[in-house]
């Protein structure tokens, strides 16, 4: 009965890091949309996502001081971690805002969408974790459908300059670092704190690099200020709660693969809201992330597991 009970703690568990990967990817696809908009009003990229983290940092810090004040010490051995940890996220922050300044959303997120090809490479080196025959096609499938959202089969939408494809990929590269130190990161504390000293290193080392930029931000216009509350609250503080959470529960690799829902998520709202029309062949390109997340999450649920290490 015992063992019964663990194997059925085991899937809840796969399945839940699941469902928040893919609740991460969803909230994230926003990006492509307020993104665009708070770039087009000329603010200094940097300088947004230095506010946006610095944002999230001082409103999760508010009630993790009202919840459980033991969810924000971090002992100094750690440090070097988290600041490891921040500086990948400030790389990602700045590098994706500056694709949306020098190319289109559409291509930006088919770069972004590179990003668990990275983490699987990078989580085999640094994790241990196999790329098995599963991931592995999961993980080609998802990038075809990924390439097919962005339109990467037509010329014309593949001319941007060489600015935006070194940011877009930038991005997606700092993003799988993020991951796997995320990971190791959710063996010695809570998601929530992980999340918050996150946010902390990464506004620290945004605002240092735009130190005379930041001193004009009290200038910025109420809807730039609603529109960087709007990305504190979503696509930062709640994804990236829900990504690290996902990675307490499942391996990195799979984690990337579930929250690659997000070009498929992107590109409709594109279309909602940017006017961006999604063609028949884009349609096929979601159909494949949604069928390699699909595939993934029933091999990895046929899988037999041991015991797990607690998180």
Known sequence: MQAGRGA???VQLRVAGYALAAAAGCLWASLVVLGKLLV???VDPVVLVGLRATTAFLLLAGVLAL???RLIRLRLADVPLFAAYGACLALNYALYFHAFKWTTGTVAVILMGTYPLF???LAGLALGERLDPPKALALGLSLVGCFLVAQGYSREALLFNSRGVLSGLGAAVAFALHSVIAKKATTRYNSWTVAL???GFAALFLLASRGAAVASAGTLPPAVWEGILVLALFPTLLAYAAYTRALA???AGRASITSS???VMGAAAAWLFLGERLEALQWVGAAVVIGAVALL???DLRRPTGPRQPA
Do not use: H, K, M, Y
Request: charge should be negative.
């Open 249 to 251: 529960c499942i391996e």
């Open 297 to 299: 999450q029933a091999a």
């Open 67 to 69: 919840a459980d004040r």
């Open 40 to 42: 087009a009003t000329g």
């Open 119 to 121: 983490v699987a490479l």
């Open 261 to 263: 829902i997000e070009p």
């Open 197 to 199: 000293w996150g946010f």
């Open 8 to 10: 059925v703690t085991s």
